[in-house]
Structures are given as C-alpha cells and as structure tokens.
RNA sequence: GCCCAUGUAGCUCAGUUGGCAGAGCACGUCCUUGGUAAGGACGAGGUCAGCAGUUCGAUCCUGCUCAUGGGCUCCA
C-alpha cells in the first residue's frame, strides 16, 4: 500500500498508508496528553477529523480550548440550533449561521414569530440532539445536485445560496435528517458540544438588506466547558455594571427624559463638568496645533443646504423650520458656516492652510431603533474642525490629524481600530477626485504603517473618510475620531485662493473630530474607567467628611480654602457615621476622601483616604492642594 | 424605520389567573456624636408610561401611542 509522511508541530513525523484518516492517526500515535482533538489542519486548511490523507502533510490538530477549535463548536452548534428548530417548527426555512466573536446565530423564516419561552424549548431540543451523540458527516456533491436536494426541501434560501455559488462542487454537512450547505469543518459529532447557551432573539433582514424579508435571529454562544461558559456569562454581567447608562444614574451625571424627548441629553452637575473638563482640554489642544475658533449658527438657509447637497443627500436626517415665509434648516454638520468663514476675504497661498475649530452642536434625526444612552442621540456637539488647504499641503495634514488623534487617544489610554471607507451610492462629485481623495487617505495610512480595514461604500456623501473606532463595555464598536477628504464642497462653495503666481487656485477640504461628539465620547469614557474617572477628570475630585458634629468648623475651613483653590470638592458633614459616608464616597467613585474628625482639628491637618482604599498619611491643606493639581497636571 | 421584549414610589425590583398597591435603598423627623464600605425608631411618598375599548369594576384583558432594552438597517 501507498505510504504518506505526516509531519507534526513538534518537529517529529511518522507514516501512514495512503487515505488515513485523521481518526485514525490519534488513534494510531501515543498522545498521552489526554487532549480531546475535535479537527485538523492539514498544510494550514482546516478539515475535519474524518478527512483522509492523500499525500505528505503537515497535520495539526484543533483542541477544543483554542480558538479555532471554539469557532467549530459554535459553528457546529449553530447547526444543531438549525435541526431543534427545524425538529420543533414545521413550515421553517433556513437561512444562514455563521459564528461571530464569542458565539454564533442561525437567521430563521417562520409565519409566526418566536417568544423567549420558545428559546427554553430550542434549548432542550438542542440538548437532546447532542446527547444522542449523532455523527457530523461531510459530503460532497454536485451544485445541482445540492440545488435538487434543498428544493426537495423547500429550503429556498439554501437554493438562492446556492445559485450564486460558480463552483462545481459544494460540500454539505449532514446530520441525522438534517443538512446543511456549509464549507465546514464541523465537529465530528454533536456530542462533542460540551457547553452552549442561546443568548438572545433578534430580527434580520435577509442578507442584511432592509428592503428584504425581515428573519428571525437567534443568537447562542458555545464554549469547549461548562466553566469557560459561565465565565464568560459571568463576564458579560461584570461589563453590565460598567454600562453608562447604568453609571450615568448611579453616579448623578446626566439623564435623559420621556418627556423631554428621545435621544436628548440632560446634563446634571456632575455630567456637565466632566463635559466642560473635556472642552478645555480639547480647546487647549487644538491651540497647541494652529487651530482657530470659530463659530457658526444653528440655522443656515435652506438653499445654501441644497447647494451644499445636503438637502439631496441628507434630508431624512435634518430637521427644518421656517421663518416669516423663509426655510431653513437645522445644522446636522458644522461646515458650511465653516467654509463661511473662508469666503469671506480673498485667501492667499500664504494663510493656507487654515484650520477652525468649533465645538458645534448639531441636530440629526436618527431613527428611534437606533438610539442608545450617550452613545447614539439626536443632538450632539462635535469637536469639528475643518482644515483648508493647498492640494500639496494635504498630506502632512492629514498626517498631523492621525497624530492628533494618537497623541490624544494616549491620553485616555484607548485601544483602537481604523476603517478606510470608499465612495457610497449616494453621493456627489466626479469619480476621479473620489479616486484622488481615497488614494492620498490610503498612502497617508501605508506610508505610517497605521494597520486599517477597508469599508467599501461607507465614505461621506462628499468624499471618503478615516475613522477611528472604540469600543463600549460590552465590545461594540462605535465611531469616534473621523477624517474625511473633501475635493467636492470647496468646488461647490468655489472656494479659492491666489497661488504663488497670481493666479486663483481651488483648495481642499479636510473635515475631522477628534473625540468625535461629546456625547458618544463621555458614553464610552464613562465605560472604559468603569466611572472612576483619574482625578484630572474627575467631577468631584475629593469630599471632605467629619466624623463628628464637633469637627464641622474646620472642616468648613478645609472645603473653603480647597474650593478657592479650583479643586472640585464635595462635602458631607451629615450627622451619620464615618462608615456610612465613605461607603457613600466610595461608591460614588471620588478619588479622595479627606477626613476631619478631633485628632485633625488638633493638628490643623486633613487624612486623606484614596478610592482605592489605601490611607495617606496626614497632611497640611495645602499639601494636599499641590498633590491633586500636580496629578491633574499628569493626567493622572 | 423594522423584529422581539419591557414600562409598578426618586432608585432596584416584588405583586395581583380583574375586586382599596408591596419591599429594600434613597428622602423627612427624632434618638444617637459614632475614626476608614451600611447605628436605631417613626413617617411621608403611586393617575401601576399615556390614550381609548371590553367589564358592575382594569395596574392586570384588547387596541393604539410614547419611551426603554437587545438586535437588524443607518451613523459621531
């Protein structure tokens, strides 16, 4: 017989008779690592345990700990998913399910729409089917042949899948009476599916298109225990306490109102200082690199919108008014007032480029799904600034905002991920300074090494963009920082300046946020630090607390002196015990709690109690001023 | 906008298969003056999201509206 050589990881090899399988190579070597292997890689293609060698390999096997042994079991997972619901809902047709990060889904057609009571239901059926242990088998077959086999079926998405596929041939997966299109690999039975929770139920359009049917989602996670399972559901509720919608309440900083209105942020006290900390840094930080401030209105005239092409394309998200007899429209975006302001004088090369600033609030209409605490609102203020400069100077400009953007993202010690995104269907401009704008993008980011991802089609209306994304507690991902390069609006707004040679020359539109909108930004700072803010962003930087009535007057001396000093500073001088009021502190999150009970009188001094717990030795008020300013000088 | 779920005191949540609405925390008064994460007693607090319908009677059943949550689509 035929003899192949298998290579392994360790460096070791062995040979086999032609057409073993996987199986029988476990079975063969002496693995005394007790290791449950689920699948193989064979010269880096994944395949399944039952795929049988035809020639000298490397062969690597897949345990169910790693991560791509996970993405098999969920993805076989979903598949049980499929037949329970197949099995429970006669009628039902089958549509696609994929794994994603941490899980899986199965998108399903069904008349009647499913309730979490049927999920509990799904869930056992699920388990049944795996504790029958019933084999995953792979088979290949011809495309029309799958096409006979799911029209049977009636399994018409499958048919619509398939009949866009070119190849010749297509491999299903079969389990018991159910079968499935699918590249594989799969598990080699369902009993290898140790640990699976369905998550939550959801509505899908069909290929994610929101003119198409609306399915019916069901998502459900998978993990190679029970112990990894529940700690990753465990996990899932630790992040729930980080929600800022959840500390936004706890910790007093903002609310939101029915009556009010959807999407419209209220900020209290607290909430608006941590804003107003945030603004003087960033107006700070844009003065340090040539910014100017600038300002515009609220309402602009309809018609400048419609030379624009906001009107054309931005309409559903504005909202307008009218004023004796004249239309206008509410700003959803800060450039025009900003390109205003640079027609109105003659510009020359040698002003250029010029960049204005403005904390603008704009008003988008956003439909009601979509809306999300701090994350997603209806009015928002954007750290906006639009850079205006020559053609040549585009690229060091657009180099000076990545840096902008690390050297601030830094700051906050953000983990981020950048998307490149092309031209949409709706947009304006010719295709070759769309063509222009994304190359010269492209080149900034490759020229730097900046690793990014390509969006194809989600650009602006009026040109491509860079976009900076970071993500909430619960690892969504939410756009923050934004470039955007502009050949079309100068040209529509003919904007000029005189060139060197005396001649009129059209200079290009930078437009970008740094932080993004306020809004979204303090949403995702509230998650990232769990709302224990470092003290240069703190709200209330320290409370002063007495620990008896007796210690009130010095301790009203203490919280004067510290207030007159621009610390941001609480008291609670409540007739309470000192447990109460530091538990009370401690979960309000505020970096220092400064005690005053007879010992501090005496000494004319303050014991300071940091949020983690640790106590400062005693220290003269004083002291303690220049220990706070010269963290927040840090940004610690 | 679409699918599913939810909406009870300031907050977190019980509850009534249709018959006067409940707890803890917070709040108020009093007692207590206590040294690093919850001292005690008493009290006040509700159009059960809103509007309509069914019913002798609706917080509960039906419909619509609004809002919130998880997704889809769309975006900072």
Not at 295 to 300: N, V
């Amino acid at each position: 017989m035929e003899k192949i050589t298998v290579k392994f990881p360790d460096g070791s090899s062995s040979t086999f008779s032609k057409n073993t399988t996987l199986f029988q190579i476990v079975k063969s070597i002496d693995d005394d690592s007790g290791k449950d292997y689920i699948a193989g890689k064979v010269n880096e293609k994944l395949v399944d345990m039952s795929f049988p060698l035809l020639e000298d390999a490397n062969l690597e096997f897949i345990t169910p700990d790693s991560e791509m042994g996970l993405d098999i079991i969920r993805h076989s997972a979903s598949h049980v998913m499929a037949q329970a619901v197949k099995k429970l809902y006669k009628g039902v047709k089958i549509t696609i399910g994929p794994t994603i990060d941490n899980g899986f889904y199965y998108d399903f057609d069904y008349e009647e729409n499913f309730s979490p009571q049927d999920i509990a239901g799904i869930e056992s059926k699920m388990q049944e089917i795996i504790d029958q242990n019933i084999p995953i088998t792979r088979r290949e077959l011809p495309r029309e042949e799958a096409i006979e086999i799911f029209k049977n079926q009636v399994e018409t998405y499958k048919v619509e899948l398939l009949e866009e596929i070119s190849d010749e041939f297509v491999s299903v997966y079969i389990q018991d009476d159910f079968m499935d299109l699918c590249r594989g690999p799969h598990l080699p039975s369902t009993g290898k599916i140790k640990a699976f929770r369905l998550t939550s139920l959801a509505g899908a359009y069909w290929r994610g298109d929101e003119k198409n049917k609306m399915l019916q989602r069901i998502y459900g996670t998978a993990f190679s225990d029970t112990k990894t399972l529940e700690d990753y559901l465990q996990r899932l509720e630790d992040a729930k306490r980080r929600d800022h919608r959840k500390l936004g309440k706890s910790l007093d900083l903002f609310s939101i109102h029915e009556d009010a209105g959807a999407g419209l942020v209220i900020y209290h006290p607290k909430g608006a200082m941590l804003r107003s900390i945030l603004e003087d840094f960033e107006k700070k930080e844009h003065l340090k690199r040539g910014y100017q401030l600038v300002r515009g209105p609220h309402l602009l005239k309809l018609d400048l919108w419609e030379k624009s092409g906001h009107f054309e394309n931005y309409r559903e998200n504005m909202y307008f008014t009218e004023i004796e007899g004249q239309k206008y429209g509410i700003k959803p975006m800060n450039c025009l007032a900003h390109m205003l302001v640079y027609k109105s004088r003659i510009r020359s090369y040698r002003e250029l480029p010029q960049r204005y600033f403005e904390l603008g609030t704009v008003h988008r209409h956003e439909k009601s799904g979509v809306l999300h605490g701090l994350l997603r609102v209806r009015e928002f203020t954007q750290d906006d600034a639009h850079i205006l400069c020559t053609p040549d100077q585009l690229e060091q400009e657009i180099k000076g905002v990545i840096d902008f953007i690390e050297d601030v993202m830094k700051i906050f010690k953000f983990e981020y991920e950048m998307e490149l995104s092309t031209r949409p269907e709706k947009s304006i401009g010719d295709d070759s300074v769309w063509e222009k704008a994304t190359s010269i993008l492209r080149q900034v980011m490759d020229k730097n090494r900046i690793p990014y991802i390509i969006k194809e089609g989600e650009g602006a209306f009026y040109g491509p963009k860079i976009d900076v994304k970071l993500k909430d507690a619960l690892d969504r991902k939410w756009q923050c920082a934004t470039i955007q390069c502009d050949f079309v609006l100068p040209e529509r707004f003919d904007l000029t300046f005189i060139n060197s040679n005396g001649t009129k020359e059209r200079p290009v539109m930078l437009h970008r946020v740094i932080l993004g909108a306020m809004e979204r930004f303090i949403g995702v700072l509230i998650e990232h630090y769990g709302g224990a803010f470092p003290t240069w962003l703190a709200p209330v930087q320290a409370i002063v607390l007495t620990v008896t009535d007796r210690n009130m007057g010095f301790a009203e001396e203490v919280y004067n002196q510290l207030i007159g000093s621009l610390l941001r500073i609480e008291k609670d001088f409540r007739n309470e015990k000192l447990g109460l009021k530091i538990r009370e502190a401690q979960l309000q999150k505020i970096p220092y709690m400064l005690i005053i009970g007879d010992r501090e009188v005496n000494d004319g001094v303050i014991s300071a109690r940091v949020r983690s717990g640790e106590k400062l030795k005693s220290m003269k008020i004083n002291e303690f001023i220049s220990l706070v300013q010269e963290e927040s000088q840090n940004r610690g």
